[in-house]
């Protein structure tokens, strides 16, 4: 009898711990030939990117106030009432956040001044530590891999302002492209006015059309790796290697890297680079904030669409804010569809829902609007996750056949705004 219980005791238990985080496969097949056809090559005004991604070396003062520079700070405060958790999953202590908020050096805010450049991938983070902070790891959408503290990944090449050092000397506050945060001292080179200006005044520029490709020296060292969404100074185009310039740690340095990891900036948008990006990308693991490496909705936005010109800022809402913007607002399910399917441009729409960001790619051979995107998963009715987790092509109804998906958590229920990219 007590074996009967306890059997009946763990099927629960399985059924519940499925029911809460629950795989949810797409209806779409996951390859680039699922992709609609575009047939007529894009044009894009490259340059406003290439000024966007060098815009920090332009800094001359910092404007902002304090509190607005180290908003990490009190963004991320004990709470004894609601516990912030940390890597061992246990509340954590005031102690550690006493000790992080020292570590920002508040008083040193603008005494480097510097321009920057990072030396390899780094991670971008709103506090001086790398230590991860989750909320309530009990809940579906939280804990592991929503570490709080993740802003943003970085890829090699990447241009910096410094603001000051932490206390400690380990952490550097920068201002990227978008945003401010904190890198790790090690991961970055201070680099003169005349360099940096040398530097973003290069003629000519690769980018790379795949993760984790080797970049190495003449001698075959390993210096870094490619990442799609980076831009580096482009030497020579060889049958089988290119090869470029990045800084390390003795300066400015040659690099080798294999000529089918990148291509010359910027890339035309046609079938055939959207059809090789897709695949490159399609099926990798969800990152938030660039966790690990990885992409969250935006950082997957961002970095497909830089290699052909088109800068997005780092966040799902601002980027839902630039360009022409249309409201979804108001419209059943049908006339949401069928408004994307006349107004939206393939790869130059945006479709927005509350802490998501869509890539809209045209329409599938059954007429149905089509997204490119990376996410989590879709609530459930019992508040926990139908897990896609990563980056996926599907339609807007994906989920809708799942009876533990409540018919407002799909995509295009939630969908409120589409904009389209000039």
Same mark, same amino acid.
């Given at each position: ?31 680039? +030939? ?5 047939? #007529?090559?894009?044009?894009? #005004? ?16 910092? #404007? ?44 040193? *805010? ?95 520029? !690769?980018? &790379?059309?795949?993760? %984790? ?9 390993? *210096?870094?790796?490619?990442? *799609? ?5 482009? +030497?020579?185009? %060889? ?29 035309? $948008? ?6 090789? /990006?897709?695949?490159?990308?399609? @099926? ?5 904030? @660039? ?11 961002? #970095?497909?669409?830089?290699?052909? @010109? ?12 630039? @360009? ?33 960001? $869509? /890539? ?45 998906? &409540?018919?407002?958590? !799909? ?12």
């Amino acid at each position: 009898m007590k074996r009967t219980i306890f059997a009946i005791l763990a099927g629960f238990l399985l059924v519940a711990c499925t029911s809460m985080q629950a795989p949810l496969e797409p209806e779409t097949p996951q390859s680039s +030939s699922s992709l609609p056809k575009i047939n #007529d090559a894009m044009g894009i #005004d490259s340059a406003r990117l290439i000024a966007r991604r060098f815009a920090p070396w332009n800094i001359k003062t910092i #404007d902002e106030k304090p509190d607005s520079l180290l908003w990490g700070v009190n963004s991320y405060k004990f709470r004894a009432k609601k516990p912030w958790y940390g890597a061992n999953l246990k509340p954590l202590k005031p102690e550690f956040f006493a000790r992080l908020a020292k570590n920002v050096a508040r008083d040193d *805010i603008g005494k480097v001044s510097a321009y920057a450049i990072t030396l390899r991938d780094t991670a971008l983070r709103a506090l001086p530590s790398a230590a991860p902070l989750f909320s309530d790891p009990k809940k579906a959408g939280e804990g592991w891999p929503f570490d709080y503290l993740q802003i943003s990944a970085l890829p090699v090449g990447a241009a910096l302002f410094i603001s000051h050092y932490s206390a400690d000397g380990a952490w550097a506050l920068v201002r990227d492209d978008d945003v401010w945060g904190w890198v790790k001292a090690s991961d970055i080179l201070e680099l003169s006015e005349s360099e940096a200006h040398a530097y973003a005044s290069s003629a000519s520029w !690769l980018v &790379a059309l795949k993760d %984790g490709e080797a970049l190495r020296d003449k001698e075959g060292k390993f *210096i870094a790796q490619s990442r *799609i969404g980076m831009i580096l100074p482009l +030497s020579y185009e %060889g049958e089988n290697e290119w090869t470029g310039r990045m800084y390390t740690e003795g300066g400015l340095s040659e690099f080798v890297v294999s000529a089918q990891a990148v291509a010359r900036y910027p890339m035309v $948008m046609n079938d055939a680079r959207l059809a090789q /990006l897709t695949n490159a990308l399609l @099926g990798q693991a969800y990152g938030w904030g @660039g966790l690990g490496g990885l992409r969250d909705c935006s950082l997957f936005t961002k #970095d497909f669409l830089a290699g052909f @010109g088109l800068w997005l800022p780092r966040n799902s809402r601002a980027q839902s804010a630039i @360009g022409e913007r249309i409201s979804l607002k108001g419209l059943s399910q049908n006339q949401k569809l069928e408004l994307i399917a006349k107004e939206g441009v393939p790869y130059r729409t945006l479709v927005h829902l509350p802490g998501h960001i $869509m /890539l809209y790619v045209g329409l599938s051979a059954q007429g149905e609007p089509l997204v490119l995107h990376d996410v989590w998963g879709l609530r459930t009715k019992d508040g926990g996750r139908a897990i896609l987790g990563g980056i996926n092509l599907t339609t807007l109804l994906v989920g809708e056949d799942r009876k533990d998906v &409540a018919k407002e958590s !799909l995509l295009i229920n939630r969908a409120d705004y589409i904009n389209i990219l000039k």
